[in-house]
């Protein structure tokens, strides 16, 4: 698993005994249009809402965490470089909202610990950032953003766009919450009663 250096914002867990909350975003299909193996940042492609969505959620105290799996890396469709520039411009169409980018490179059949579902990335947020998990949720367009969620023990948000509307039917377990979109998820995060 590889951090993307924009985590200029890091607050180490001596600075703050606190938990944060944070939001963990898929990146493609949720917080940006899907494009297979999106390689170039010309391609790239915010949503409409996607800036309201991540600004709502930073007004709510969390944590921007993106957590994306990223195998055309090792396939060799692009290179670190290409995807670090991608997340340049996604940081800079957001204003510098995100607070990291986390990615796993593999291959699916690599058994990595870093690739979703399984939990390496959300794990080294929680360790760079003092997250509280109990308050955090994950938020994707795909089962296994769900399974990723489940599996650390975050709340659990499907989103609809992207692959989300084919991958609802193919969920085992209900996430705390379907939305139409990142905008719509965030609305009931942010305003919703525990």
Request: negative net charge; proline residues 3%.
């Amino acid at each position: 698993m590889n951090t993307d250096k924009s985590n200029e914002n890091r607050k180490l867990a001596g600075e703050n005994p606190q938990l944060k909350k944070a939001a963990f975003i898929d990146r493609d299909g949720t917080l940006i249009e899907e494009v297979n193996f999106l390689a170039r940042v010309e391609d790239l492609r915010l949503f409409p809402f996607t800036i309201e969505a991540v600004e709502l959620l930073k007004k709510n105290d969390f944590l921007i965490v993106v957590i994306t799996n990223q195998s055309g890396v090792r396939r060799g469709i692009f290179s670190e470089n290409d995807m670090r520039a991608i997340h340049d411009e996604i940081q800079a169409q957001l204003n510098g909202q995100i607070d990291a980018f986390y990615f796993c490179p593999h291959l699916p059949d690599e058994n990595c610990a870093c690739r979703k579902p399984k939990t390496q990335m959300i794990e080294r947020a929680c360790a760079d950032f003092a997250i509280g998990l109990e308050n955090s949720w994950m938020i994707g367009d795909k089962k296994l953003d769900i399974e990723t969620g489940f599996n650390a023990k975050t709340k659990t948000a499907l989103v609809l766009t992207g692959y989300g509307m084919k991958e609802k039917e193919k969920l085992n377990e209900k996430p705390d919450l379907i939305a139409e979109n990142l905008l719509e998820a965030a609305k009931v995060i942010c305003f919703r009663r525990n």
